[in-house]
Protein backbone atom coordinates (compact mmCIF):
# COMPACT_ATOMS: atom_id res chain seq x y z
CA UNK A 1 0.00 0.00 0.00
CA UNK A 2 1.18 3.26 -0.36
CA UNK A 3 1.36 6.25 1.13
CA UNK A 4 -1.40 7.96 -0.28
CA UNK A 5 -3.69 5.28 0.17
CA UNK A 6 -2.66 5.10 3.68
CA UNK A 7 -3.44 9.16 4.47
CA UNK A 8 -6.73 8.47 2.15
CA UNK A 9 -7.48 5.07 4.65
CA UNK A 10 -6.83 7.28 7.85
CA UNK A 11 -8.82 9.96 6.97
CA UNK A 12 -12.07 7.95 6.43
CA UNK A 13 -11.80 6.24 9.59
CA UNK A 14 -10.82 9.23 11.56
CA UNK A 15 -14.47 10.15 9.42
CA UNK A 16 -15.64 7.22 10.10
CA UNK A 17 -15.15 7.30 14.01
CA UNK A 18 -16.22 10.95 13.97
CA UNK A 19 -19.34 10.54 12.26
CA UNK A 20 -20.22 7.23 15.11
CA UNK A 21 -19.01 9.70 17.80
CA UNK A 22 -21.50 12.53 16.43
CA UNK A 23 -24.16 10.10 15.94
CA UNK A 24 -24.23 8.62 19.34
CA UNK A 25 -24.07 11.84 20.78
CA UNK A 26 -27.16 12.73 18.82
CA UNK A 27 -28.84 9.24 20.33
CA UNK A 28 -27.61 9.73 23.96
CA UNK A 29 -29.63 13.71 23.57
CA UNK A 30 -32.30 12.61 21.79
CA UNK A 31 -32.99 9.57 24.52
CA UNK A 32 -32.24 12.21 27.38
CA UNK A 33 -34.88 14.83 25.90
CA UNK A 34 -37.53 11.87 25.82
CA UNK A 35 -36.42 10.89 29.01
CA UNK A 36 -37.16 14.84 30.58
CA UNK A 37 -40.16 15.02 28.77
CA UNK A 38 -41.86 12.01 29.85
CA UNK A 39 -40.82 12.98 33.35
CA UNK A 40 -42.16 16.65 33.01
CA UNK A 41 -45.38 15.08 31.23
CA UNK A 42 -45.97 12.89 34.92
CA UNK A 43 -45.04 15.60 37.29
CA UNK A 44 -47.78 17.86 35.03
CA UNK A 45 -50.51 14.96 35.21
CA UNK A 46 -49.80 14.78 38.52
CA UNK A 47 -50.50 18.31 39.32
CA UNK A 48 -53.03 18.59 36.68
CA UNK A 49 -54.92 15.97 39.09
CA UNK A 50 -54.40 17.20 42.40
CA UNK A 51 -55.76 20.65 41.08
CA UNK A 52 -58.78 18.85 39.82
CA UNK A 53 -59.23 17.41 43.39
CA UNK A 54 -58.66 20.79 44.98
CA UNK A 55 -61.15 21.85 42.60
CA UNK A 56 -63.82 19.17 43.32
CA UNK A 57 -63.09 19.79 47.16
CA UNK A 58 -63.50 23.53 46.76
CA UNK A 59 -66.94 23.04 44.44
CA UNK A 60 -67.96 20.35 47.35
CA UNK A 61 -67.42 22.89 50.04
CA UNK A 62 -69.09 25.92 48.72
CA UNK A 63 -72.25 23.64 47.85
CA UNK A 64 -71.97 22.69 51.52
CA UNK A 65 -71.60 26.08 53.04
CA UNK A 66 -74.64 27.24 50.50
CA UNK A 67 -76.54 24.55 51.27
CA UNK A 68 -75.97 25.79 55.35
CA UNK A 69 -76.64 29.09 54.66
CA UNK A 70 -80.21 28.24 53.20
CA UNK A 71 -80.75 25.98 56.13
CA UNK A 72 -79.63 29.36 58.28
CA UNK A 73 -82.09 31.72 56.74
CA UNK A 74 -84.77 28.83 57.02
CA UNK A 75 -83.92 29.51 60.74
CA UNK A 76 -83.75 32.90 60.94
CA UNK A 77 -87.15 33.13 59.11
CA UNK A 78 -89.08 30.42 61.87
CA UNK A 79 -87.67 32.16 64.50
CA UNK A 80 -88.85 35.73 62.79
CA UNK A 81 -92.19 34.20 62.57
CA UNK A 82 -92.13 33.01 65.90
CA UNK A 83 -90.83 35.93 68.05
CA UNK A 84 -93.62 38.10 65.76
CA UNK A 85 -96.37 35.23 67.38
CA UNK A 86 -95.20 35.41 70.75
CA UNK A 87 -95.31 39.35 70.89
CA UNK A 88 -98.63 39.16 69.00
CA UNK A 89 -99.40 36.83 72.50
CA UNK A 90 -97.82 38.71 74.52
CA UNK A 91 -99.95 41.51 73.51
CA UNK A 92 -102.94 39.71 73.83
CA UNK A 93 -101.70 38.46 77.18
CA UNK A 94 -101.23 42.14 78.13
CA UNK A 95 -104.66 43.39 77.32
CA UNK A 96 -106.42 40.34 78.76
CA UNK A 97 -104.76 40.86 82.19
CA UNK A 98 -105.42 45.42 81.83
CA UNK A 99 -109.00 44.43 81.64
CA UNK A 100 -109.15 41.27 84.19
CA UNK A 101 -107.61 44.08 86.34
CA UNK A 102 -110.05 46.34 85.55
CA UNK A 103 -112.66 43.92 86.16
CA UNK A 104 -111.55 43.19 89.24
CA UNK A 105 -111.36 46.76 90.54
CA UNK A 106 -114.75 47.28 89.54
CA UNK A 107 -115.95 44.45 91.55
CA UNK A 108 -114.14 45.48 94.91
CA UNK A 109 -116.14 48.82 94.72
Known sequence: MTPELWAGL???????????A????????????KAD???T???RDKEA?????R???AEFNITQL?????????VLDDL????AALTTAAAKLELTTDNLSEALKELRR
Do not use: N, P
Open 49 to 53: LEMRD
Open 41 to 43: KAM
Open 10 to 20: IGAVILLLTST
Open 37 to 39: RLE
Open 66 to 74: RDSQALTAT
Open 22 to 33: GLIKVWTDLAKT
Open 80 to 83: RDSV
Open 55 to 57: LLK
